[in-house]
């Protein structure tokens, strides 16, 4: 049988980088290099080239490349008669040419009208090469795999991938992958390096026997075959939602795989120092003295969790969840003020200048009777402030500060940083959340900058705050690294905050709405999308 040959293929649909869903087996976590890039000794510019691609899908190893997992599946394991055809639905036929020639008006395309035993079908090509009218002949047989479009008795395929075959020619015994792909790396490249890897690369299974059984999972190397060259009798309803056995299975190892990285980063923290701020100073009980309310039990609860993870030897990272109103500010005083009994400095880092501007005014009012002075920076500050409120904290004389992502510039020093506070922590990038909790890991040498003789200390206590609903089951798994304590209880006088999506074409009442709301003495809370 002579193999098939090429000739058009419809353009791929591109799909993003995290389309892709690739598992992250534990067993992996040292990515073996591609085995044919590593033969050669010097790589040749088409292997780097290759590799390059290959990086910008996120694939830097055979394991990679093996659960970079399909986004559908063609069914190419059998032909439709063209009279079968339904519109809309993508189908493979086995026709011969009948009629290939360039039509010039309307638009120029290329129709190629195909005939088999049930009828006849219409391929249009609207971009095409000149030399594709020489490749479709009259008399050619073809394999046609398009997308249909049927009404009124015509069937049409726009832009179908096609191959020259001889009659009978065998059928694919699977499902065809199609993969998350990038520029310059088409399927079928993809497709044979993906089987390659299956032949070559080691798929042991990653679970221990009597834990696959107990949770009844599918072998790993079975799962993987299955997801890549599914067989015609594989529910493509139950591939396309991903609840078939195999999805579950490498669903399973992927939770599995972040969670063990989570807890390898937990175990990486507790490894590090931090500065120990046991309980038995006087600010915090002076400033809960002087409040015109008590905590709630939340409150209460919340803070006896954070005061304990300050008073131990390792950094504290902690989600602080609770609605607007629900007291998170507070309890953030506390831990900001249990830093300052020992002499430490304490840092909070809000997302806009309002919010932050806010955080400022009612801790200043809260410490001010106390004798604390609080810093302000912020990107509108005046130059001559700023540095001065900079100095002033390098020089270890302020010990608390707040403001924007100005507390993260590099000009901004704090030699005593023992807490890092976040507020609305999901609106920072990870980088900007860590810039400000490192600003207090180099701490003693002659300039307190690394490189020029600073010595690495301890690491900053760390607390992070936010409104978001998350659910706490749903927030103690995504955010498995860290320690989580919820308000889930308003003070007294506060009513539950009600949430409402308005449509944009209403813009102008909610405007009227807020207006009315501040003259009233309310205080209305709210963002745009």
């Not at 419809?10 to 085995?35: D, E, K, L, V």
């Not at 993260?408 to 976040?422: M, N, Q, W």
Request: positive net charge; contains cysteine; hydrophobic residues 45%.
């Amino acid at each position: 049988m002579r193999s098939c040959r090429a000739i058009s293929g419809s353009p791929i649909r591109r799909a993003p980088r995290s389309a892709s869903r690739r598992c992250r087996a534990a067993r992996w976590s040292r990515p073996t290099p591609f085995w044919f890039l590593a033969k050669a000794k010097a790589r040749t510019a088409a292997g780097d080239t290759l590799a390059a691609r290959l990086a910008r899908l996120g694939i830097h190893s055979q394991a990679a490349l093996l659960t970079h997992l399909p986004l559908r599946y063609e069914d190419e394991t059998r032909i439709t008669a063209i009279r079968n055809v339904r519109d809309g639905v993508a189908v493979q036929l086995e026709a011969e040419v009948v009629d290939c020639a360039i039509q010039p008006r309307p638009r120029r395309q290329l129709l190629v009208r195909v005939r088999d035993a049930s009828g006849e079908a219409t391929l249009r090509f609207l971009n095409f090469y000149p030399n594709m009218v020489k490749l479709m002949p009259v008399g050619a047989h073809l394999r046609i795999f398009g997308e249909a479009r049927a009404g009124f008795g015509e069937v049409d395929l726009v832009h179908p991938r096609v191959k020259a075959v001889e009659a009978g020619a065998k059928l694919p015994n699977a499902m065809t992958p199609v993969y998350p792909a990038t520029a310059g790396l088409a399927q079928s490249a993809l497709r044979k390096l993906i089987d390659r890897a299956l032949k070559h690369e080691n798929l042991d299974d990653t679970l221990p026997e009597p834990l696959r059984q107990r949770y009844r999972l599918a072998p790993f190397a079975a799962s993987l075959r299955a997801l890549h060259h599914p067989s015609p009798e594989t529910p493509l309803a139950a591939l396309e939602d991903r609840s078939h056995p195999a999805w579950q299975r490498v669903k399973f190892d992927e939770l599995l795989a972040q969670q063990i990285s989570l807890r390898k980063a937990y175990a990486a923290r507790r490894a590090q120092d931090a500065l120990a701020l046991p309980p038995g100073g006087a600010l915090s009980a002076a400033l809960l003295a002087q409040l015109p309310f008590r905590l709630t039990g939340a409150q209460q609860r919340a803070w006896h969790e954070i005061e304990r993870d300050l008073a131990g030897m390792h950094p504290m990272q902690r989600l602080l969840q609770g609605d607007v109103g629900s007291g998170k500010t507070i309890v953030a005083a506390l831990a900001m003020l249990r830093a300052a009994e020992h002499g430490a400095q304490a840092a909070l880092m809000a997302p806009t200048e309002i919010l932050a501007e806010q955080h400022y005014r009612k801790l200043s009012g809260w410490l001010a009777p106390l004798g604390l002075e609080l810093a302000w920076l912020s990107g509108s500050l005046k130059k001559s402030l700023k540095r001065s409120m900079t100095a002033r904290l390098q020089s270890g004389e302020l010990l608390l500060a707040v403001g924007t992502h100005a507390l993260i510039e590099d000009a901004v020093d704090f030699p005593k940083l023992a807490l890092a506070v976040v507020d609305e922590q999901h609106r920072f990038g990870v980088r900007q959340r860590l810039a400000l909790r490192e600003k207090g890991s180099e701490h003693e040498g002659s300039s307190g900058r690394a490189g020029q003789g600073a010595v690495r200390r301890a690491s900053p206590h760390q607390l992070m705050m936010s409104a978001t609903p998350i659910p706490r089951t749903l927030a103690m798994s995504f955010y498995a690294d860290l320690d989580v304590s919820v308000l889930d209880e308003l003070p007294p006088g506060r009513t539950p905050v009600l949430t409402k999506l308005v449509a944009e074409a209403r813009r102008d009442e909610v405007i009227a709405r807020v207006r009315e709301a501040c003259a009233g003495g309310d205080r209305p809370t709210g963002s745009a999308r």
